[in-house]
Protein backbone atom coordinates (compact mmCIF):
# COMPACT_ATOMS: atom_id res chain seq x y z
CA UNK A 1 0.00 0.00 0.00
CA UNK A 2 3.01 2.41 0.46
CA UNK A 3 4.42 1.74 -2.86
CA UNK A 4 1.26 2.62 -4.25
CA UNK A 5 0.28 5.46 -2.62
CA UNK A 6 3.82 6.93 -3.09
CA UNK A 7 3.33 6.21 -6.95
CA UNK A 8 0.30 7.84 -7.03
CA UNK A 9 1.31 10.67 -5.29
CA UNK A 10 4.52 11.19 -7.50
CA UNK A 11 2.30 10.41 -10.79
CA UNK A 12 -0.40 13.29 -9.34
CA UNK A 13 2.92 15.81 -9.02
CA UNK A 14 4.37 15.10 -12.07
CA UNK A 15 0.85 15.08 -14.35
CA UNK A 16 0.07 18.44 -12.57
CA UNK A 17 3.46 20.17 -13.21
CA UNK A 18 3.65 18.72 -16.60
CA UNK A 19 -0.14 20.02 -17.54
CA UNK A 20 1.13 23.38 -15.98
CA UNK A 21 3.75 24.16 -17.84
CA UNK A 22 2.64 22.36 -21.17
CA UNK A 23 1.28 26.26 -23.44
CA UNK A 24 -1.96 25.73 -24.69
CA UNK A 25 -3.36 23.24 -22.48
CA UNK A 26 -6.81 23.13 -21.37
CA UNK A 27 -7.04 23.79 -17.49
CA UNK A 28 -7.37 20.81 -15.35
CA UNK A 29 -8.86 20.28 -10.94
CA UNK A 30 -7.23 17.99 -8.86
CA UNK A 31 -10.04 15.70 -9.99
CA UNK A 32 -9.64 16.02 -13.49
CA UNK A 33 -5.78 14.95 -12.47
CA UNK A 34 -6.47 12.03 -9.96
CA UNK A 35 -8.79 10.49 -12.72
CA UNK A 36 -5.62 10.79 -15.22
CA UNK A 37 -3.88 9.43 -12.23
CA UNK A 38 -5.87 6.14 -12.28
CA UNK A 39 -5.40 6.02 -16.18
CA UNK A 40 -1.48 6.00 -16.02
CA UNK A 41 -1.89 3.25 -13.46
CA UNK A 42 -4.22 1.41 -15.52
CA UNK A 43 -2.00 1.67 -18.83
CA UNK A 44 0.77 0.66 -16.82
CA UNK A 45 -0.33 -2.24 -15.58
CA UNK A 46 -2.01 -3.58 -18.80
CA UNK A 47 1.20 -2.21 -20.89
CA UNK A 48 4.55 -2.76 -19.16
CA UNK A 49 3.74 -6.66 -19.05
CA UNK A 50 3.43 -6.62 -22.62
CA UNK A 51 6.37 -3.85 -23.35
CA UNK A 52 8.74 -6.20 -21.23
CA UNK A 53 7.97 -8.87 -23.20
CA UNK A 54 9.11 -6.94 -26.35
CA UNK A 55 12.04 -5.59 -24.64
CA UNK A 56 13.35 -8.89 -23.54
CA UNK A 57 12.40 -10.35 -27.38
CA UNK A 58 14.83 -7.43 -28.33
CA UNK A 59 17.57 -7.86 -26.48
CA UNK A 60 20.68 -5.79 -27.22
CA UNK A 61 20.33 -1.76 -28.06
CA UNK A 62 16.36 -2.97 -29.18
CA UNK A 63 15.85 -3.12 -25.82
CA UNK A 64 17.59 -0.06 -24.89
CA UNK A 65 15.77 2.08 -27.37
CA UNK A 66 12.76 0.07 -27.19
CA UNK A 67 13.14 0.56 -22.80
CA UNK A 68 12.80 4.42 -23.25
CA UNK A 69 9.74 4.84 -25.56
CA UNK A 70 8.09 2.08 -23.06
CA UNK A 71 8.19 4.33 -20.45
CA UNK A 72 6.61 7.54 -22.95
CA UNK A 73 4.12 5.09 -24.71
CA UNK A 74 2.62 4.29 -21.45
CA UNK A 75 1.91 7.78 -20.34
CA UNK A 76 0.54 9.00 -24.34
CA UNK A 77 -1.47 5.92 -23.97
CA UNK A 78 -2.79 7.65 -20.64
CA UNK A 79 -3.42 10.79 -22.18
CA UNK A 80 -5.26 9.72 -25.14
CA UNK A 81 -7.83 7.45 -23.32
CA UNK A 82 -8.12 11.10 -21.01
CA UNK A 83 -12.00 11.77 -21.39
CA UNK A 84 -11.03 15.46 -20.83
CA UNK A 85 -9.10 15.83 -23.56
CA UNK A 86 -6.64 17.70 -21.34
CA UNK A 87 -3.69 17.42 -24.45
CA UNK A 88 -4.49 17.24 -27.93
CA UNK A 89 -2.36 16.50 -30.48
CA UNK A 90 0.07 13.65 -31.25
CA UNK A 91 2.78 16.26 -30.77
CA UNK A 92 1.44 18.17 -27.58
CA UNK A 93 0.68 14.29 -26.41
CA UNK A 94 3.83 13.16 -27.25
CA UNK A 95 5.95 16.38 -25.81
CA UNK A 96 3.89 16.10 -22.34
CA UNK A 97 4.47 11.96 -22.15
CA UNK A 98 8.56 13.03 -22.33
CA UNK A 99 7.89 15.78 -19.89
CA UNK A 100 6.14 13.53 -17.63
CA UNK A 101 8.86 10.99 -17.62
CA UNK A 102 11.70 13.19 -17.03
CA UNK A 103 9.76 14.79 -14.25
CA UNK A 104 9.13 11.70 -13.07
CA UNK A 105 12.50 10.42 -13.21
CA UNK A 106 13.66 13.45 -10.82
CA UNK A 107 11.07 13.34 -8.74
CA UNK A 108 11.90 9.73 -7.95
CA UNK A 109 15.23 11.10 -7.14
CA UNK A 110 14.60 13.23 -4.94
CA UNK A 111 12.34 11.35 -3.08
CA UNK A 112 14.79 7.99 -2.90
CA UNK A 113 18.20 10.85 -2.65
CA UNK A 114 20.57 8.73 -0.15
CA UNK A 115 18.49 5.66 -0.09
CA UNK A 116 18.66 2.67 -2.97
CA UNK A 117 15.16 1.36 -2.16
CA UNK A 118 13.61 1.55 -4.92
CA UNK A 119 16.10 0.19 -6.78
CA UNK A 120 15.87 -2.99 -4.33
CA UNK A 121 12.48 -3.20 -4.61
CA UNK A 122 12.94 -3.70 -9.03
CA UNK A 123 15.69 -6.65 -8.23
CA UNK A 124 13.55 -7.81 -6.11
CA UNK A 125 11.05 -8.31 -7.83
CA UNK A 126 13.16 -9.57 -10.74
CA UNK A 127 14.91 -12.25 -8.61
CA UNK A 128 11.69 -13.52 -7.35
CA UNK A 129 10.30 -14.07 -10.74
CA UNK A 130 13.13 -15.02 -12.43
CA UNK A 131 12.82 -17.74 -9.11
CA UNK A 132 9.36 -18.79 -9.88
CA UNK A 133 10.21 -19.14 -13.72
CA UNK A 134 12.88 -22.31 -12.50
CA UNK A 135 10.09 -24.06 -10.53
CA UNK A 136 7.48 -23.36 -13.43
CA UNK A 137 5.35 -21.45 -11.43
CA UNK A 138 4.54 -18.05 -13.75
CA UNK A 139 2.35 -16.75 -10.23
CA UNK A 140 2.84 -17.36 -6.56
CA UNK A 141 1.96 -15.10 -3.22
CA UNK A 142 5.19 -17.56 -1.94
CA UNK A 143 8.59 -15.92 -1.16
CA UNK A 144 11.18 -18.44 -2.71
CA UNK A 145 13.41 -20.17 0.32
CA UNK A 146 16.66 -18.68 0.31
CA UNK A 147 19.36 -20.93 -1.20
CA UNK A 148 21.77 -22.93 1.09
CA UNK A 149 24.28 -24.67 -1.91
CA UNK A 150 27.78 -22.16 -1.60
CA UNK A 151 28.50 -19.36 -4.48
CA UNK A 152 31.24 -17.13 -4.68
CA UNK A 153 30.37 -13.62 -5.53
CA UNK A 154 33.55 -11.40 -6.83
CA UNK A 155 33.46 -7.55 -6.96
CA UNK A 156 35.81 -5.88 -8.83
CA UNK A 157 36.15 -1.68 -7.66
CA UNK A 158 38.21 -1.09 -10.50
CA UNK A 159 41.08 1.22 -9.82
CA UNK A 160 40.68 1.57 -6.44
CA UNK A 161 43.90 1.37 -4.19
CA UNK A 162 44.04 -0.18 -0.59
CA UNK A 163 45.36 2.78 1.08
CA UNK A 164 42.48 5.00 -0.38
CA UNK A 165 40.19 2.21 0.52
CA UNK A 166 41.21 1.67 3.83
CA UNK A 167 41.22 5.69 4.51
CA UNK A 168 37.81 5.67 3.20
CA UNK A 169 36.89 3.15 5.83
CA UNK A 170 38.70 4.62 8.54
CA UNK A 171 36.52 8.49 7.47
CA UNK A 172 33.85 6.28 8.10
CA UNK A 173 32.43 7.07 4.62
CA UNK A 174 31.88 3.21 3.42
CA UNK A 175 28.92 2.04 5.89
CA UNK A 176 28.92 -0.90 4.45
CA UNK A 177 32.61 -2.22 4.12
CA UNK A 178 33.84 -0.80 7.16
CA UNK A 179 30.34 -2.67 9.14
CA UNK A 180 31.71 -5.63 7.73
CA UNK A 181 35.79 -4.90 8.69
CA UNK A 182 34.45 -3.47 12.00
CA UNK A 183 32.20 -6.50 13.14
CA UNK A 184 34.90 -8.82 12.04
CA UNK A 185 33.48 -10.93 9.14
CA UNK A 186 35.86 -9.57 6.83
CA UNK A 187 39.47 -8.38 6.92
CA UNK A 188 41.36 -6.61 3.62
CA UNK A 189 44.41 -7.35 2.50
CA UNK A 190 46.89 -5.49 0.43
CA UNK A 191 48.21 -7.63 -2.62
CA UNK A 192 51.24 -6.02 -5.32
CA UNK A 193 50.00 -5.82 -8.85
CA UNK A 194 53.30 -5.43 -10.29
CA UNK A 195 54.00 -3.86 -14.24
CA UNK A 196 52.04 -3.01 -15.74
CA UNK A 197 49.49 -2.06 -13.20
CA UNK A 198 46.43 -1.79 -15.81
CA UNK A 199 42.94 -3.29 -16.06
CA UNK A 200 43.79 -5.67 -19.14
CA UNK A 201 47.06 -7.09 -17.26
CA UNK A 202 45.40 -7.51 -13.99
CA UNK A 203 41.99 -9.39 -15.77
CA UNK A 204 44.12 -11.71 -17.09
CA UNK A 205 45.82 -13.13 -14.51
CA UNK A 206 43.04 -12.69 -12.17
CA UNK A 207 40.65 -14.67 -14.27
CA UNK A 208 42.90 -16.88 -16.30
CA UNK A 209 46.21 -16.74 -14.22
CA UNK A 210 48.03 -15.10 -17.64
CA UNK A 211 49.16 -12.09 -16.96
CA UNK A 212 52.30 -12.51 -18.69
CA UNK A 213 50.55 -12.27 -22.22
CA UNK A 214 49.62 -8.49 -21.65
CA UNK A 215 52.43 -5.93 -21.63
CA UNK A 216 50.31 -3.07 -21.10
CA UNK A 217 47.03 -1.73 -21.46
CA UNK A 218 48.20 -1.12 -25.20
CA UNK A 219 51.37 -2.59 -27.00
CA UNK A 220 52.77 -3.10 -30.81
CA UNK A 221 53.22 -6.18 -32.40
CA UNK A 222 56.29 -6.17 -34.90
CA UNK A 223 54.84 -9.71 -36.34
CA UNK A 224 51.71 -8.50 -37.19
CA UNK A 225 52.63 -4.59 -37.37
CA UNK A 226 49.08 -4.24 -35.53
CA UNK A 227 48.61 -2.00 -32.40
CA UNK A 228 46.85 -3.88 -29.75
CA UNK A 229 44.26 -2.05 -27.64
CA UNK A 230 42.59 -4.21 -25.03
CA UNK A 231 39.67 -1.80 -24.58
CA UNK A 232 38.81 -2.26 -28.18
CA UNK A 233 36.35 -5.72 -28.94
CA UNK A 234 38.02 -6.78 -32.01
CA UNK A 235 41.36 -6.41 -29.94
CA UNK A 236 40.23 -8.10 -26.41
CA UNK A 237 38.62 -11.01 -28.49
CA UNK A 238 42.08 -11.66 -30.61
CA UNK A 239 43.66 -11.20 -27.28
CA UNK A 240 41.73 -13.86 -25.50
CA UNK A 241 42.45 -16.82 -27.14
CA UNK A 242 46.16 -16.75 -25.55
CA UNK A 243 44.69 -16.39 -22.40
CA UNK A 244 42.79 -19.27 -22.30
CA UNK A 245 43.27 -22.88 -21.37
CA UNK A 246 39.27 -23.85 -20.85
CA UNK A 247 39.55 -23.42 -17.01
CA UNK A 248 39.60 -20.03 -16.42
CA UNK A 249 38.00 -18.61 -12.58
CA UNK A 250 34.70 -18.52 -14.36
CA UNK A 251 34.54 -22.10 -15.90
CA UNK A 252 32.59 -24.53 -15.33
CA UNK A 253 29.15 -22.43 -15.18
CA UNK A 254 30.16 -18.49 -14.11
CA UNK A 255 29.17 -15.45 -15.50
CA UNK A 256 31.35 -12.60 -16.29
CA UNK A 257 29.58 -9.23 -16.20
CA UNK A 258 31.15 -5.90 -17.08
CA UNK A 259 35.13 -7.11 -17.89
CA UNK A 260 37.49 -7.16 -19.89
CA UNK A 261 38.05 -11.01 -20.58
CA UNK A 262 35.82 -14.19 -20.07
CA UNK A 263 36.90 -16.09 -17.62
CA UNK A 264 36.05 -18.82 -19.18
CA UNK A 265 32.64 -17.81 -18.08
CA UNK A 266 29.53 -20.32 -19.77
CA UNK A 267 27.75 -16.51 -19.92
CA UNK A 268 30.24 -13.59 -20.86
CA UNK A 269 27.73 -10.10 -20.46
CA UNK A 270 28.76 -7.02 -21.21
CA UNK A 271 33.02 -8.24 -21.82
CA UNK A 272 34.61 -6.81 -24.50
CA UNK A 273 36.45 -9.82 -25.65
CA UNK A 274 32.48 -11.07 -26.59
CA UNK A 275 31.77 -8.11 -27.98
CA UNK A 276 27.68 -7.83 -27.68
CA UNK A 277 25.31 -6.62 -25.65
CA UNK A 278 23.17 -9.05 -23.42
CA UNK A 279 20.40 -10.69 -25.53
CA UNK A 280 17.19 -12.51 -24.88
CA UNK A 281 18.55 -14.95 -22.10
CA UNK A 282 19.18 -11.72 -20.02
CA UNK A 283 16.17 -10.84 -18.37
CA UNK A 284 18.39 -9.19 -15.59
CA UNK A 285 18.99 -6.25 -18.81
CA UNK A 286 15.58 -5.99 -19.84
CA UNK A 287 13.62 -5.67 -16.76
CA UNK A 288 16.31 -2.58 -16.38
CA UNK A 289 15.41 -1.27 -19.76
CA UNK A 290 11.68 -1.95 -19.14
CA UNK A 291 11.85 -0.29 -15.24
CA UNK A 292 10.59 3.48 -14.77
CA UNK A 293 13.37 3.53 -12.09
CA UNK A 294 15.82 2.06 -14.53
CA UNK A 295 17.58 2.68 -17.92
CA UNK A 296 14.84 5.94 -18.56
CA UNK A 297 15.69 6.96 -14.76
CA UNK A 298 19.71 6.83 -14.83
CA UNK A 299 19.72 8.42 -19.03
CA UNK A 300 17.94 11.90 -16.84
CA UNK A 301 20.10 11.63 -14.15
CA UNK A 302 23.29 11.11 -16.34
CA UNK A 303 22.33 14.45 -17.52
CA UNK A 304 22.60 15.58 -14.18
CA UNK A 305 25.59 14.06 -13.99
CA UNK A 306 27.15 16.05 -16.72
CA UNK A 307 26.09 19.19 -15.21
CA UNK A 308 27.47 18.30 -11.81
CA UNK A 309 30.93 17.46 -14.13
CA UNK A 310 31.20 20.82 -15.49
CA UNK A 311 30.57 22.40 -12.15
CA UNK A 312 33.07 20.22 -10.52
CA UNK A 313 35.92 21.02 -13.47
CA UNK A 314 35.20 24.59 -13.18
CA UNK A 315 35.63 24.50 -9.41
CA UNK A 316 39.14 23.27 -9.74
CA UNK A 317 40.20 25.88 -12.31
CA UNK A 318 38.68 28.89 -10.08
CA UNK A 319 40.56 27.20 -7.17
CA UNK A 320 43.52 26.29 -9.17
CA UNK A 321 43.74 23.22 -8.01
CA UNK A 322 46.49 21.41 -9.31
CA UNK A 323 47.87 18.89 -10.94
CA UNK A 324 44.95 18.79 -13.01
CA UNK A 325 43.67 18.11 -16.72
CA UNK A 326 40.82 18.89 -18.90
CA UNK A 327 37.93 17.15 -18.07
CA UNK A 328 35.92 17.84 -21.01
CA UNK A 329 35.39 15.75 -23.93
CA UNK A 330 34.93 12.15 -24.02
CA UNK A 331 34.75 11.80 -20.32
CA UNK A 332 31.74 14.07 -19.86
CA UNK A 333 30.23 10.85 -22.16
CA UNK A 334 31.95 8.31 -20.08
CA UNK A 335 31.06 9.71 -16.46
CA UNK A 336 27.24 9.03 -17.07
CA UNK A 337 27.69 5.79 -18.70
CA UNK A 338 29.90 4.74 -16.08
CA UNK A 339 27.19 5.05 -13.48
CA UNK A 340 24.59 3.64 -16.12
CA UNK A 341 26.60 1.25 -16.32
CA UNK A 342 26.71 0.65 -13.00
CA UNK A 343 23.29 -0.04 -12.44
CA UNK A 344 23.15 -2.42 -14.99
CA UNK A 345 25.68 -4.29 -14.18
CA UNK A 346 24.36 -5.29 -10.34
CA UNK A 347 21.00 -5.89 -12.23
CA UNK A 348 22.25 -8.27 -14.21
CA UNK A 349 24.43 -9.41 -11.04
CA UNK A 350 20.98 -9.87 -9.13
CA UNK A 351 19.54 -12.00 -12.05
CA UNK A 352 22.57 -14.19 -11.97
CA UNK A 353 22.15 -14.67 -8.49
CA UNK A 354 18.79 -15.72 -8.39
CA UNK A 355 19.20 -17.85 -10.90
CA UNK A 356 22.31 -19.50 -8.99
CA UNK A 357 25.56 -18.88 -10.91
CA UNK A 358 27.84 -20.65 -9.02
CA UNK A 359 30.65 -17.51 -9.49
CA UNK A 360 29.82 -14.43 -10.94
CA UNK A 361 32.50 -11.89 -11.07
CA UNK A 362 31.65 -8.67 -11.92
CA UNK A 363 33.86 -5.16 -12.44
CA UNK A 364 32.22 -1.93 -11.57
CA UNK A 365 34.51 1.42 -13.53
CA UNK A 366 33.03 4.34 -11.58
CA UNK A 367 35.51 5.40 -9.54
CA UNK A 368 38.40 4.84 -12.37
CA UNK A 369 37.20 7.13 -14.31
CA UNK A 370 36.36 9.58 -12.78
CA UNK A 371 39.92 9.27 -10.54
CA UNK A 372 41.84 9.35 -13.86
CA UNK A 373 40.34 12.83 -14.88
CA UNK A 374 39.73 14.11 -11.14
CA UNK A 375 42.43 12.85 -9.03
CA UNK A 376 42.38 9.39 -6.91
CA UNK A 377 41.55 11.22 -3.93
CA UNK A 378 39.68 14.11 -4.93
CA UNK A 379 36.12 14.70 -3.59
CA UNK A 380 34.44 13.76 -6.35
CA UNK A 381 36.02 10.42 -6.96
CA UNK A 382 35.66 9.39 -3.38
CA UNK A 383 31.94 10.17 -3.93
CA UNK A 384 32.09 7.30 -6.46
CA UNK A 385 33.67 5.23 -4.17
CA UNK A 386 30.98 5.92 -1.67
CA UNK A 387 28.30 4.46 -4.75
CA UNK A 388 30.10 1.39 -5.09
CA UNK A 389 29.84 1.11 -1.18
CA UNK A 390 26.46 1.26 -1.51
CA UNK A 391 26.57 -1.08 -4.60
CA UNK A 392 27.87 -3.75 -2.21
CA UNK A 393 25.27 -3.07 0.70
CA UNK A 394 22.61 -3.14 -2.39
CA UNK A 395 23.43 -6.74 -3.10
CA UNK A 396 23.89 -7.46 0.32
CA UNK A 397 20.10 -6.58 0.72
CA UNK A 398 19.44 -9.06 -2.05
CA UNK A 399 21.21 -11.79 -0.95
CA UNK A 400 18.04 -13.74 0.63
CA UNK A 401 16.31 -13.34 -3.05
CA UNK A 402 19.28 -15.60 -4.05
CA UNK A 403 19.64 -19.21 -4.83
CA UNK A 404 22.43 -19.81 -3.62
CA UNK A 405 24.45 -18.84 -0.10
CA UNK A 406 26.61 -16.16 -1.97
CA UNK A 407 29.70 -15.34 0.03
CA UNK A 408 31.41 -11.82 -1.31
CA UNK A 409 34.93 -11.06 -2.05
CA UNK A 410 35.38 -7.45 -3.27
CA UNK A 411 38.83 -6.87 -4.93
CA UNK A 412 40.57 -4.29 -6.91
CA UNK A 413 42.82 -4.78 -10.04
CA UNK A 414 44.97 -1.47 -9.46
CA UNK A 415 45.26 1.82 -7.58
CA UNK A 416 45.62 5.44 -8.77
CA UNK A 417 48.72 7.70 -8.31
CA UNK A 418 48.62 11.44 -9.05
CA UNK A 419 50.70 14.10 -10.37
CA UNK A 420 51.17 16.55 -13.38
CA UNK A 421 51.67 15.13 -17.06
CA UNK A 422 54.98 14.79 -18.46
CA UNK A 423 53.76 17.70 -20.90
CA UNK A 424 52.49 19.40 -18.73
CA UNK A 425 55.79 19.41 -16.53
CA UNK A 426 58.38 19.70 -19.93
CA UNK A 427 56.23 21.06 -22.47
CA UNK A 428 56.37 18.27 -25.04
CA UNK A 429 55.56 15.16 -25.59
CA UNK A 430 57.29 11.43 -25.10
CA UNK A 431 56.93 11.33 -28.43
CA UNK A 432 58.25 14.79 -29.36
CA UNK A 433 61.18 13.49 -27.25
CA UNK A 434 61.87 9.91 -28.76
CA UNK A 435 61.19 11.52 -32.21
CA UNK A 436 64.03 14.34 -31.15
CA UNK A 437 66.79 11.86 -29.96
CA UNK A 438 66.23 9.06 -32.76
CA UNK A 439 65.12 11.00 -35.94
CA UNK A 440 62.99 8.90 -37.53
CA UNK A 441 59.04 8.04 -36.19
CA UNK A 442 59.26 5.02 -33.69
CA UNK A 443 56.23 3.81 -32.27
CA UNK A 444 55.89 5.17 -28.58
CA UNK A 445 53.57 3.44 -27.16
CA UNK A 446 51.96 4.58 -23.56
CA UNK A 447 50.01 3.14 -20.47
CA UNK A 448 49.70 5.86 -17.63
CA UNK A 449 53.48 6.49 -16.59
CA UNK A 450 55.12 3.26 -18.88
CA UNK A 451 55.65 3.54 -21.95
CA UNK A 452 56.65 0.50 -24.71
CA UNK A 453 59.16 1.90 -27.35
CA UNK A 454 59.43 -0.29 -30.41
CA UNK A 455 61.95 -0.04 -33.02
CA UNK A 456 60.30 0.17 -36.31
CA UNK A 457 61.48 -2.42 -39.49
CA UNK A 458 63.06 -4.84 -36.82
CA UNK A 459 62.38 -8.39 -36.17
CA UNK A 460 62.43 -9.47 -32.54
CA UNK A 461 63.27 -7.66 -29.41
CA UNK A 462 66.86 -5.92 -30.00
CA UNK A 463 69.37 -5.89 -27.57
CA UNK A 464 71.57 -3.00 -26.54
CA UNK A 465 74.25 -2.50 -28.64
CA UNK A 466 71.54 -3.02 -31.94
CA UNK A 467 69.75 -0.13 -30.52
CA UNK A 468 72.81 1.74 -29.65
CA UNK A 469 74.27 0.88 -33.58
CA UNK A 470 71.08 2.30 -34.80
CA UNK A 471 69.92 5.37 -32.87
CA UNK A 472 73.04 6.31 -30.69
CA UNK A 473 70.87 8.97 -28.86
CA UNK A 474 68.20 7.34 -27.92
CA UNK A 475 68.77 5.20 -24.17
CA UNK A 476 71.51 7.62 -23.17
CA UNK A 477 69.06 10.45 -23.90
CA UNK A 478 65.99 9.09 -22.50
CA UNK A 479 67.81 8.45 -19.12
CA UNK A 480 69.18 11.59 -18.71
CA UNK A 481 65.37 13.30 -19.01
CA UNK A 482 64.50 14.23 -15.66
CA UNK A 483 61.10 13.32 -16.45
CA UNK A 484 62.03 9.91 -17.06
CA UNK A 485 63.20 7.80 -14.45
CA UNK A 486 63.84 4.07 -15.98
CA UNK A 487 65.10 3.01 -19.36
CA UNK A 488 65.15 -0.89 -18.85
CA UNK A 489 66.56 -2.59 -22.15
CA UNK A 490 68.13 -5.88 -22.94
CA UNK A 491 71.63 -6.20 -22.96
CA UNK A 492 72.65 -9.70 -24.64
CA UNK A 493 75.44 -10.34 -22.30
CA UNK A 494 73.82 -9.11 -19.00
CA UNK A 495 70.14 -9.30 -19.09
CA UNK A 496 67.34 -7.04 -18.83
CA UNK A 497 69.52 -3.39 -17.29
CA UNK A 498 67.58 -0.45 -15.87
CA UNK A 499 69.31 2.50 -16.76
CA UNK A 500 68.71 5.98 -14.55
CA UNK A 501 70.05 9.27 -14.85
CA UNK A 502 73.13 8.36 -12.73
CA UNK A 503 73.46 4.99 -12.58
CA UNK A 504 72.26 1.64 -13.78
CA UNK A 505 70.86 -1.83 -12.27
CA UNK A 506 71.42 -5.21 -13.54
CA UNK A 507 67.75 -6.94 -12.64
CA UNK A 508 69.08 -10.16 -13.01
CA UNK A 509 71.54 -9.93 -9.98
CA UNK A 510 71.00 -6.94 -8.10
CA UNK A 511 74.29 -5.29 -9.64
CA UNK A 512 73.97 -1.47 -9.64
CA UNK A 513 77.00 0.74 -11.27
CA UNK A 514 76.51 4.41 -9.68
CA UNK A 515 73.38 5.59 -7.99
CA UNK A 516 70.42 2.77 -7.97
CA UNK A 517 67.71 3.96 -10.47
CA UNK A 518 65.03 2.17 -8.46
CA UNK A 519 65.34 3.53 -4.76
CA UNK A 520 62.75 5.48 -5.44
CA UNK A 521 60.23 2.92 -6.56
CA UNK A 522 60.45 0.61 -3.69
CA UNK A 523 61.95 -3.26 -2.69
CA UNK A 524 59.59 -4.92 -5.48
CA UNK A 525 60.61 -2.97 -8.52
CA UNK A 526 63.49 -5.15 -9.80
CA UNK A 527 61.50 -8.53 -9.80
CA UNK A 528 58.57 -6.26 -11.36
CA UNK A 529 60.56 -5.41 -14.05
CA UNK A 530 62.32 -8.45 -14.56
CA UNK A 531 58.89 -10.36 -14.74
CA UNK A 532 57.85 -7.46 -17.07
CA UNK A 533 60.94 -8.26 -19.66
CA UNK A 534 59.45 -11.95 -19.83
CA UNK A 535 56.10 -10.86 -20.73
CA UNK A 536 54.67 -11.26 -24.63
CA UNK A 537 55.50 -8.09 -27.15
CA UNK A 538 57.32 -6.10 -24.84
CA UNK A 539 59.00 -3.07 -26.00
CA UNK A 540 62.54 -2.73 -27.24
CA UNK A 541 62.91 -0.14 -24.42
CA UNK A 542 60.90 0.23 -21.51
CA UNK A 543 59.99 3.67 -19.48
CA UNK A 544 58.92 4.50 -16.31
CA UNK A 545 58.30 8.42 -15.47
CA UNK A 546 59.85 9.92 -12.73
CA UNK A 547 58.34 9.92 -9.58
CA UNK A 548 58.83 12.84 -7.20
CA UNK A 549 60.67 11.86 -3.98
CA UNK A 550 58.26 13.30 -1.32
CA UNK A 551 55.10 13.30 -2.72
CA UNK A 552 55.40 10.07 -4.59
CA UNK A 553 53.31 11.81 -7.93
CA UNK A 554 54.29 10.52 -11.17
CA UNK A 555 54.18 11.99 -14.61
CA UNK A 556 51.94 10.06 -16.75
CA UNK A 557 52.68 10.02 -20.50
CA UNK A 558 48.93 10.45 -21.01
CA UNK A 559 46.92 13.49 -20.57
CA UNK A 560 46.01 11.91 -16.78
CA UNK A 561 46.04 13.46 -13.53
CA UNK A 562 45.51 9.89 -11.87
CA UNK A 563 47.25 7.32 -14.01
CA UNK A 564 48.43 3.57 -13.58
CA UNK A 565 50.48 1.23 -15.63
CA UNK A 566 54.31 1.08 -14.39
CA UNK A 567 55.81 1.95 -10.72
CA UNK A 568 55.58 4.76 -8.35
CA UNK A 569 52.90 6.03 -5.67
CA UNK A 570 49.79 3.76 -4.99
CA UNK A 571 48.72 2.01 -8.34
CA UNK A 572 50.63 -1.27 -7.42
CA UNK A 573 48.51 -1.00 -4.46
CA UNK A 574 45.59 -3.17 -5.50
CA UNK A 575 43.23 -4.76 -2.08
CA UNK A 576 41.31 -7.60 -1.31
CA UNK A 577 38.52 -7.80 0.93
CA UNK A 578 37.45 -11.57 2.07
CA UNK A 579 35.56 -13.26 4.68
CA UNK A 580 37.91 -13.81 7.50
CA UNK A 581 38.16 -17.14 8.46
CA UNK A 582 39.56 -17.82 4.95
CA UNK A 583 43.19 -18.95 4.58
CA UNK A 584 45.38 -17.25 2.80
CA UNK A 585 47.39 -19.28 -0.08
CA UNK A 586 50.26 -16.87 0.79
CA UNK A 587 51.27 -14.25 3.28
CA UNK A 588 51.40 -11.58 0.30
CA UNK A 589 49.79 -11.64 -2.91
CA UNK A 590 52.69 -10.95 -5.47
CA UNK A 591 50.73 -10.73 -8.65
CA UNK A 592 47.28 -10.99 -10.49
CA UNK A 593 48.60 -14.75 -10.90
CA UNK A 594 48.80 -15.15 -6.92
CA UNK A 595 44.93 -13.90 -6.99
CA UNK A 596 43.87 -16.14 -9.47
CA UNK A 597 45.52 -19.06 -7.35
CA UNK A 598 43.95 -17.57 -4.31
CA UNK A 599 40.25 -17.20 -5.80
CA UNK A 600 40.56 -20.95 -7.21
CA UNK A 601 41.50 -22.04 -3.76
CA UNK A 602 38.24 -20.92 -2.43
CA UNK A 603 36.17 -21.73 -4.93
CA UNK A 604 37.69 -26.08 -4.05
CA UNK A 605 37.49 -25.03 -0.26
CA UNK A 606 33.38 -24.25 -1.38
CA UNK A 607 33.12 -26.98 -3.28
CA UNK A 608 32.38 -25.50 -6.65
CA UNK A 609 35.81 -26.82 -8.18
CA UNK A 610 37.06 -30.09 -8.52
CA UNK A 611 40.98 -30.85 -7.90
CA UNK A 612 42.93 -33.77 -8.51
CA UNK A 613 43.65 -34.09 -4.59
CA UNK A 614 40.85 -34.26 -2.78
CA UNK A 615 40.18 -31.01 -0.09
CA UNK A 616 38.70 -31.71 3.02
CA UNK A 617 35.13 -29.43 3.60
CA UNK A 618 35.76 -26.13 5.60
CA UNK A 619 33.99 -25.58 9.05
CA UNK A 620 34.32 -22.29 8.22
CA UNK A 621 31.03 -22.96 5.36
CA UNK A 622 28.62 -23.17 8.42
CA UNK A 623 29.91 -19.09 8.85
CA UNK A 624 27.82 -16.60 8.21
CA UNK A 625 29.12 -13.14 5.99
CA UNK A 626 27.09 -10.49 5.46
CA UNK A 627 26.05 -11.07 2.02
CA UNK A 628 24.30 -14.35 3.04
CA UNK A 629 22.90 -13.27 6.34
CA UNK A 630 19.23 -14.84 5.99
CA UNK A 631 18.01 -12.43 9.32
CA UNK A 632 17.03 -9.25 8.01
CA UNK A 633 17.86 -7.46 11.75
CA UNK A 634 21.74 -8.70 11.74
CA UNK A 635 22.12 -7.37 7.97
CA UNK A 636 22.50 -3.06 7.01
CA UNK A 637 19.89 -2.51 5.86
Known amino acids: MRAVLRSALVTFVVLTLTLWLMPGVASADVLDTLNLVVLVAVAGAVLRPLLLVGITALGGWGAMLFGVVAQVMIIVAAFELDPGDHVSGLPSVVVAAILAVVFAAILDWMVDSGSDDTFVKEARRLMRGVRRRQTGRLFSFRRPLPGTEPGLLVIQLDGVAEPVLRWAVRAGNLPTIGHW ?38 WYEKDSGKLMVTNKPRDAALIEPRLSDGRGLLSGGGVSIGNAFSGDADLALLTISHARLPGRTARGWAAFMASPYGFTRALVLGVGEVIVELHQARLQRRRNLLPRVSRSGNFLALRPASMLLRDVNVSLVAEQMARGAPVVYCNLVDYDEVAHHAGPARPESMRQLESLDRMLGVLERLAPEAARHYHLVVVSDHGHSQGATFRQRWGETLDDVVERLSAPEVPVVSSGNLSLIYLPDTVGRQTLTQIEHAYPRLVSGLAAHPGI ?93 HPRDWPLTADELDGSDAVHRQLVAWLVMLGLRAEPAAVEPSPILLAETPLSRRDSSSARA
Open 181 to 218: LRSGSHTMARWHTGVPSTTPASQAGILHGASAQIPGFR
Open 485 to 577: GLVVVNDADEGPVAFGTAGRHRLRDGLVTGEDPLTLYGPRAAADLLRHQESAHVGDLVLISAVDPVTQEVAAFEELVGSHGGLGGWQTDAVLV
